[in-house]
Nanobody
Framework: QVQLVESGGGLVQAGGSLRLSCAAS????????MAWFRQAPGKEREFVGY????????YYADSVKGRFAISRDNAKNTVYLQMNSLKPEDAAIYYC????????????????WGQGTQVTVSS
């Protein structure tokens, strides 16, 4: 069993930065793939990026590549999403999710989810 709790969301001006955190409980955290998704009002949940269990591999959606970075600290059971050069279109609820192995970017591939944290970007 894995429980995920996101934090760090808030209001930021366009061009600014935020760092989201996802704290996990459960002994299987360090062996799982962690991902970030986001969902804006009226839109489907969208894949943002993922990080492998070791932290050695990351993959990002084209919309955030070069601006966002995912990292993890398995000793702290925490994964991070550093968001730079934020745009109004980045505004959404951001979720972290966990999968035992990487099976793709669809939300269906992830078995544990946090409750989400709101990111608002003003223009």
């Amino acid at each position: 069993q894995v429980q995920l709790v996101e934090s760090g969301g808030g209001l930021v001006q366009a061009g600014g930065s935020l760092r989201l955190s996802c704290a996990a409980s459960g002994r299987t955290f360090s062996t799982g793939v962690m991902a970030w998704f986001r969902q804006a009002p009226g839109k489907e949940r969208e894949f943002v990026g993922y990080i492998s269990w070791s932290g050695g591999n990351t993959y990002y959606a084209d919309s955030v590549k070069g601006r966002f970075a995912i990292s993890r600290d398995n000793a702290k059971n925490t994964v991070y999403l550093q968001m730079n050069s934020l745009k109004p279109e980045d505004a959404a609820i951001y979720y972290c999710a966990r999968a035992r192995i990487f099976r793709g970017t669809t939300p269906l591939a992830y078995d544990y989810w946090g409750q989400g944290t709101q990111v608002t970007v003003s223009s």
